[in-house]
Structure formats: C-alpha cells, structure tokens
C-alpha cells in the first residue's frame, strides 16, 4: 500500500518527472500512480513539459565511432537486417494491414480532401500555365526548395504572386506509402503552421498552397497521415526560405 | 540500399519503432540518424565528458532497440521517450557514482545559440530547439537553476535545498512554478507543447 496521499502526490510530482526524488519516494510515487491511474495523464503532460529541458543543451555531434559501435550490436541482434529490402517491404505491409480498420475511418475525409482538389485544380493549373509560359505576373517570385536526403532528386519551387496567392510545384516526389499525404507548412518565426494536404498522382504536382505568405520565414514539406498533422511529425522532405 | 533507406526515411518515427520492435535494423539505423544528437548533447550535459556521454547514450541507445514494445504512443512523441531514457539512465549512473563531484553542475544560463546548421533537417530541430529556449529564457533565473541542477545533475530536491542554502519547500516550490511557466510559454504561444 502506498503511504503517499492526493496532496503529498501533488507536492512530489514536479520533482518526480525532473527526476530529483530520492529513490524510496519515486518507488512510492510509483505505486500511488499504479493504484490510481486517472493521474497518469497529469504526470504524462507534466514529463512532456520537464521533457523539454532536455533540448535545452547545447548541441553536440556524437562521434561516427559510437553509430558504428551501437549499429554493430544491432545489426547482430538484429531479426531484419537492413540489408533485407524484400523482408523490409513485407513488414510495411504488415504495418499498413494493421490499419486497415482506420482506413474505413478516414475514407470520407479523403473523399473530402479529393472534392476540394478538385475545386482547386482549375486555379492550379492557371498558375501552372503562367510558370510554363513565363508569364509570371509582376511582383511574382520563385523560391527554390531544397530536397532532403529522401527526395535528392526532387525539384520544387514555390510561385509567390503578389496578391499573395501561392503555388508549390515540384517534379519527382517520392511515391508516398499508403494512407500518407504530402502536408505543406507555413513556417512563422519559430512557429510550423499547418497549410495544404496533397498527394502527387504522377511525376508532376502543383497545389495551392492556402494560407497566406506575407508574414512567413518559410515553407516546407512533410509526409503526414492522410488527413495531415496539427504538428509535423516527421523530418521536412523540402523547405526554403522565403 | 538506397532505395530501401529512401523508403525508411518516409516513415515516421511510430512506424520506425513498429519496425524495431520486429527486429529491423535498418529502422533502427533512420532513428539513430534522427535522434542520436538530441541524444548525445543531453548525455554531454549531464555526463560532462565525451566518454562517459558516449556510453551513456550507448547504454539508452540499446535499451530503446531491445525494448522498443514498451513505447506507448499516447505517453508522447519517440524523441521524448528516447530522450527520457537517455535521462533515467543518466541520472542512474549519476547517483551511483563513487564520487559526487559533477564538474559541470555549474549552473550555465541557457545554452547559447546554436550554429547555424548546413542540413535542414537540422534547421527543423532547431526550430523546436529554439522554440524551448524561449520557453526557458522567461523563467526566472532562481527557477530555471532549480529545474537545471534537478533535470542535469541528478541531485534529489533534498540536495538541492541543502547545495543551495534554501527551505526543501521554496525549492518544491519553485520546481512547481518552473514547470508550469514553461508550459504558460506555450499556452500564451497559442501552441502546443512540443511533443
């Protein structure tokens, strides 16, 4: 039984997640969160916040030396070497079967998703058509984006017009796995706003990109579950500077 | 091979440590590329040294490969758990230390800038980075040292009030308040806390 109460709990908890309680009280902390679970949550979003002290630092570049040295364990103990693409492939189908049921889930919203495509693609393709015949309007601007090392061979440029209207276009996106989608981010100072969903049916894609540019420092790209991300959640596959 | 890490590299770090979990190296190797400098800067900072920093985040490193079914996602994002593995085991190895001297306990104010980095990869990171170093430049300082010596070093809240000359209540007190201003950064942000 633990000897911790409500009120003692909530005097060690900020101590508990900094990892400064001395062992016998994070042992009875411990049990007190394991009989009374409708806590955890706190103590979840309070880690999340103490969590953050730990980008704090300043950086450091691990030496190659130490991913040689972990990869060597790895790769020994590994079931799946990443030498193995076939294995690879049948474990990302594994993957994706598992969210089959969620796919029934997000249907409607891609049928959403693909009505407003449609609605936008005469605009695109009249922006489109004014890059491919030079007839960029005045005030217009092109900004490069540079590729990750997923999408080395991508070419994408982003049409700034002066009204403020945007267009990305870019050539040789790498074929999304299933149920992900391309998500657009407008970047304000610190700050990755959520912007346009899209998923390149061929070599070439242009979409609109829906929120305004005037106040941002830059626009990326990442590859987000189909219905997009509040946050990014993975590295930018394009970004640059506006 | 290129192709096949060109593949890794479009999933996310929850479908990677799906992957690790059934023993796939090659996942495993993308995570480390992502995360091993988060990794290692907060293992210099609270080790102090290359060696002991190399060792640490090879200990958590190989903890996060071989118990890779224990993430949960709904405790938070990969990197925070990687991260909070890096520093439970720090803190570990801290406390069972013969010696007590931490030559780098000093308390620093936050770090400074960071370079600016050639990889965009690394520009995103630092995007967050930055956005925490802002969270972190609103506390006052008799806070943030607190939040410092407790997260880095590894002293229990006792040792701090007895390092620092102050009631273990003022020094809960200000963990308390530490916390809480870092998380009102955010909330006056209109932003999520960074997961």
Redesign the interface.
Known sequence: MSGIDHERFD??K??Y??????EDERRELKEYLASHPERQAEI????????????????????PE??R???S???A?????????RT?LA??RE?LSVRNLALGATALLVVGLFSWNMLLQGEVQDLQGQVENRQDPPGSRMVTL?G???AQRVQAEVMILDDDRAVLMAEDM?R??EN?AYQIWV?EG???RPSSLFAPQGASVAAVVEDPLDEADAI?VT???EGGS????????L?GKL | ?A?????????????LI??VV????????VL???H???????A??MMGE?QA??DL??DA??KV??GAGSYRT???SVR?WI??I???RG?DQLRSLASRRRTHDKVEA???A?QPSEA??E???N??????????GTLPPEQLKI??L???S?????E?AGLLGLPLGTV?GR??LG?KK??GYFDS?D?????
């Open positions: 005097e060690l900020d101590a997640v900094l990892g400064a309680l001395p979840d979003e309070l880690s999340n916040v103490a969590g953050l002290l730990a980008l704090s630092p300043q950086e450091h570049e691990p030496p130490l991913r040295s972990i990869m364990v790895v790769e103990e590994a079931r799946r070497p990443a030498s193995g693409p690879w474990g990302i993957l540079e990750s090392e997923a790498p999304l796995p992900r970047i610190d700050v990755p990326a590859v987000e579950p509040p946050q990014p959640t993975t590295d930018p596959m970004i | 091979m192709d096949l890490r060109r593949q890794y590299l479009l999933l996310a770090d929850e479908e799906a992957l059934e023993g796939d190296a090659g996942a495993f190797a480390y590329d992502r091993a400098r988060a990794a290692y800067s907060l210099y900072r290359k920093a190399e985040v090879q490193l190989l490969w071989r709904e405790r938070g925070t991260l909070s890096v520093h439970n803190i936050s770090a400074s960071s965009f990869a520009a995103w990171r995007t967050r980075r930055e956005q925490v170093r802002k969270a972190l939040l410092e407790a997260y880095f590894g002293y229990t809240h006792a701090i809960k963990m308390r916390l870092i998380k942000q932003m999520a806390v960074p997961r």
